[in-house]
């Protein structure tokens, strides 16, 4: 079955950075299209960061200069390295496939003070 395991997630200051790792399993991780999505308190989910098999990338506006997305194929394994962050940037975030299957991981905690 599949399994998406996210971690890395902590308390920063902002600006400060964090790197946060998404391990698959269960899928056929180099076909497909991996994305990041955060929620925050009291919002949806949201789509921040795709790379495609091709290693395309795209990016929300909200984080393109300071987010960066990467993937290794090897080891079914999908990053996302944050920089320059900043109190909005708080949230659950979660790896899943783009477009996302219904299961979820338990996401991993990212929070930025201020």
């Known amino acids: 079955q599949v399994q998406l395991v996210e971690s890395g997630g902590g308390l920063v200051q902002a600006g400060g950075s964090l790197r946060l790792s998404c391990a698959a399993s269960?899928?056929?991780?180099?076909?497909?299209?991996m994305g990041w999505y955060r929620q925050a308190p009291g919002k949806q989910r949201e789509l921040v960061a795709t790379?495609?098999?091709?290693?395309?990338?795209n990016y929300a506006e909200s984080v393109k200069g300071r987010f960066t997305i990467s993937r290794d194929n090897a080891k079914s394994t999908v990053y996302l390295q944050m920089d320059s962050l900043k109190p909005e940037d708080t949230a659950v975030y979660y790896c899943?496939?783009?477009?996302?299957?219904?299961?979820w991981g338990k996401g991993t905690l990212v929070t930025i003070s201020s």
């Open positions: 269960g899928i056929i991780f180099r076909v497909n299209v």
């Open positions: 790379m495609a098999s091709s290693e395309s990338t």
């Open positions: 899943n496939l783009v477009p996302y299957l219904d299961y």
